[in-house]
C-alpha cells in the first residue's frame, strides 16, 4: 500500500516536498516513481529512483526543479518540489515500479499507486 501526502497550495515559486508511505512489502526491493495528473490531461511521469536510491531519472519538463529521493529504513518516498509554477498544478501519484528501467516512466510498467495528493499553484 502507497500512501501520498504533501500536497496543497503554493504562490508561483514555491515549494512543496511530497512524500510517499510504503507499506506491505520490501520498500527498498522495488524502484519507486513520480506522476502527476493536471485537469483533463493524461496522467505523465515525472521522476523515477532506483530501490537503493543510487540513480535518479527526471522528466525532462522538471528542469533541474525536482528532487526524487526515498529513505528505506523509513519506507518512505519522497518528491522535493522548487520553483513551482501553475503549470505544476496536478495530482501527484507516487507507483511502485515493477519491470524496466526508471527511466521507463510508463504506467503500465507499475503495478501498485498511492491515492494522489494535489497540488495547486496560484498566486
Known amino acids: 500500500q502507497l500512501q501520498a501526502s504533501g500536497g496543497g497550495l503554493v504562490h508561483p515559486g514555491g515549494s512543496l516536498r511530497l512524500s510517499c508511505s510504503a507499506s506491505?512489502?520490501?520498500?527498498?526491493?522495488?524502484?519507486m516513481s513520480w506522476f502527476r495528473q493536471a485537469p483533463g490531461k493524461k496522467r505523465e511521469g515525472v521522476a523515477g529512483?532506483?530501490?537503493?536510491?543510487?540513480?535518479?531519472y527526471y522528466a525532462g519538463f522538471v528542469r533541474g526543479r525536482f528532487t526524487v529521493s526515498r529513505d528505506n529504513a523509513k519506507k518512505t518516498l519522497y518528491l522535493q518540489m522548487n520553483g513551482l509554477n501553475p503549470e505544476d498544478k496536478a495530482v501527484y501519484y507516487c507507483?511502485?515500479?515493477?519491470?524496466?528501467?526508471?527511466?521507463?516512466?510508463?504506467?503500465?510498467?507499475?503495478?501498485?499507486w498511492g491515492q494522489g495528493t494535489q497540488v495547486t499553484v496560484s498566486s
Open positions: 507507483a511502485r515500479k515493477d519491470v524496466g528501467s526508471i527511466d521507463e516512466l510508463i504506467e503500465e510498467m507499475h503495478d501498485s
Open positions: 529512483i532506483t530501490s537503493k536510491g543510487g540513480s535518479t
Open positions: 506491505g512489502f520490501r520498500f527498498d526491493d522495488f524502484p
